[in-house]
């Protein structure tokens, strides 16, 4: 859930649109009180508009898909307090400049996948579509082709169109 | 739709935690807001993040997970 936060945030929606709780069997005025606090702050963010965020949660799910995300999910105990098999412990804000380095870099990219499912763009109509720069758009654009999952269309006068491919 | 705006929460709720706390804030006659709309799960931990962006994309101003 930590991840969802960390993703919701990147993409500018923002980790108040989710909660994660604690409330025991016990706790009747607990659970009363935390439905009025959650009531009040979503009441004070306003209404959410799903279909302008489109692009950015279908990045999300996308994000969230990948390997890279489903494997560092959860192993920050697992790696700042036992180790990894070197034996070697990572110190927690280490762990979690990587793991936000991660997030940034798999959102970035299935954000573009999904900009690209409306057919062949340039990389300039990526940057306006998605509200990333110009240079991440290309950087992550050429990972994108390395990985085999987006490619050159062709040519519109001089300027190169970018297709997905797959999946 | 009315003019004010209400809130919608989408809440997933651990059977054995925090559904029984809710119960226990009816029985009690605990007042709380309607804003909740709940789904039972066995397990918090079984609640997937990819439900938090349905629930989002579904339309829900927020979504909580309740342990």
């Not at chain 1, 500018?12 to 959650?38: H, N, Y």
């Not at chain 1, 573009?112 to 654009?141: D, F, I, Q």
């Not at chain 2, 809440?11 to 925090?18: M, S, T």
Request: net charge neutral.
């Amino acid at each position: 859930m930590k991840m969802v936060e960390t993703l919701l945030d990147i993409c500018g929606i923002g980790r108040r649109r989710m909660a994660l709780r604690w409330v025991s069997a016990a706790e009747g005025q607990l659970f009363a009180d935390t439905v009025k606090e959650l009531t009040k702050s979503t009441q004070e963010l306003g209404p959410f508009d799903a279909q302008e965020h489109r692009l950015q949660l279908a990045a999300i799910e996308g994000a969230l898909k990948s390997p890279r995300i489903r494997w560092l999910t959860g192993m920050d105990r697992h790696l700042t307090e036992r180790g990894n098999v070197y034996n070697e412990k990572i110190d927690l804000e280490t762990f979690q400049k990587m793991e936000r380095e991660v997030a940034e870099d798999e959102y970035q990219k299935a954000l573009l996948l999904e900009a690209l499912r409306e057919g062949p763009l340039s990389v300039r109509e990526m940057a306006a579509r998605t509200g990333l720069p110009v240079y991440t758009v290309s950087l992550k654009l050429n990972d994108l082709e390395r990985r085999g999952l987006a490619d050159l269309k062709g040519f519109e006068g001089s300027t190169p169109k970018f297709i997905r491919l797959a999946a | 739709m009315s003019d004010a705006f209400e809130a919608k929460i989408l809440a997933f709720l651990c059977n054995w935690c925090a559904y029984a706390g809710a119960d226990l804030a009816g029985v009690s006659r605990f007042q709380y807001p309607s804003s909740l709309r709940v789904i039972r799960t066995m397990c918090s931990g079984r609640v997937d993040p990819l439900y938090v962006i349905e629930g989002l994309k579904s339309g829900y101003d927020q979504v909580a997970v309740f342990g």
